[in-house]
Nanobody, 125 residues
Framework: QVQMVESGGGLAQAGHSLRVSCLASGLTFSKFTVGWFRQAPGKEREFVGGIAWTSGVSYYADSVKGRFTISRHNANNTIDLQMNNLKPEDTAVYYC??????????????????WGQGTPVTVSS
C-alpha cells in the first residue's frame, strides 16, 4: 500500500535552515503530485508547495516563495523540503501528501489521497 513517511525537521532559530524529507513507497501511479502542507497549533492546515513527480515542476505558497524549495529524488523515492531563512511563523507540523493523476494537483488538501504522519518544525525568534 501507499506510505508517506516524513523525517527531519526539529528546532531552528529564525534565519536558519532546516530540511524535512518524505519517503514515498507503494506509489504505482505513473503520474502524481507530492505536496507539502503544514498545520500550526490552532490553525487550519495550509498548502506549502508541491512538485509534479514526472516533470519536476514545483510551485509554492506566497508565504514561502523564495525561501522554501522542493526537490524530488527518483533513485530513492524521496521528496525534500528545504526551508531557508526560517521565521517563527513557519512553526508547524509539516506533512507530505500524494495526489495521483496527470497534471499538477492544486493547493487544496482534499485533492491529496495519501498522507504522512507529519513531522514538527519549531522556529524560535
Amino acid at each position: 500500500q501507499v506510505q508517506m513517511v516524513e523525517s527531519g525537521g526539529g528546532l531552528a532559530q529564525a534565519g536558519h535552515s532546516l530540511r524535512v524529507s518524505c519517503l514515498a513507497s507503494g506509489l504505482t501511479f505513473s503520474k502524481f503530485t507530492v505536496g507539502w502542507f503544514r498545520q500550526a497549533p490552532g490553525k487550519e492546515r495550509e498548502f506549502v508547495g508541491g512538485i509534479a513527480w514526472t516533470s519536476g515542476v514545483s510551485y509554492y505558497a506566497d508565504s514561502v516563495k523564495g525561501r522554501f524549495t522542493i526537490s524530488r529524488h527518483n533513485a530513492n523515492n524521496t521528496i525534500d523540503l528545504q526551508m531557508n531563512n526560517l521565521k517563527p511563523e513557519d512553526t508547524a507540523v509539516y506533512y507530505c501528501a500524494a495526489s495521483p493523476g496527470p497534471g499538477l494537483a492544486g493547493r487544496s488538501s482534499s485533492e491529496y489521497s495519501y498522507w504522512g504522519q507529519g513531522t514538527p518544525v519549531t522556529v524560535s525568534s
